[in-house]
């Protein structure tokens, strides 16, 4: 299904004049941040070609789009959340901080388009996010599937996934037995077995269930 702007054009006519789609990526994952990409845009009919949600897309397809995502709309941003923050106030909370920070360097929006069926975004948050500069969060409006619907939501995707891609690969390098360069920290056989015999590393999410170390 090809991506439009059908849901931003919505909120614009409203009255919206700029439109943050938000979408995450890692929150499954075992080991490394949790990603938060926001895509701000304000009136328009177009979108970069080939733009689609993140997991359609090969990692050449995203970086190729990488480019012309850096050229998209009125503001764009990435924000991520860490181990330690997730394993310190949980997924949910971690989530909100990571778009925070994103939303934070974007500036101001109008209205918020979120992928998924649940609001994690406008909830108060489970512990102070001290770290994040103060930010008002506005109407959100909730899209099923809307990374693969809504261009600001899929480029928000495509956004956080190079970014984090590139986090895990780096990672990657630090810790090459646990196979970041591939699984991106989530729970593929390999990345299991090294949990085994390794032990975590800081990069992992210590309050997750992971496999215990056999040695």
Known sequence: ??????????????????????????????????????CALGPCDVWPEGLADSKELTRAARERLAAPLAEYGAARAVGHASAEEIDAVGIIAALRLAALRALAEVGPVDAILLDGKHDWLSAPPATLLDEAEPVAVPPVRMVIKGDTLCASIAAASVLAKVERDAIMRAAHGEHPEFGWEGNKGYGAAGHLDAIREHGPTPWHRRSWALPEHSG
Do not use: K, T, Y
């Not at 299904?1 to 009255?15: N, P, Q, Y």
């Not at 995450?24 to 926001?38: I, K, M, Q, W």
């Open 1 to 38: 299904m090809a991506v439009s702007l059908a849901h931003e054009r919505v909120l614009w006519d409203a009255g919206a004049i700029i439109v943050a789609g938000i979408d995450e990526v890692g929150r499954g994952a075992l080991a490394g941040p949790v990603s938060v990409g926001v």
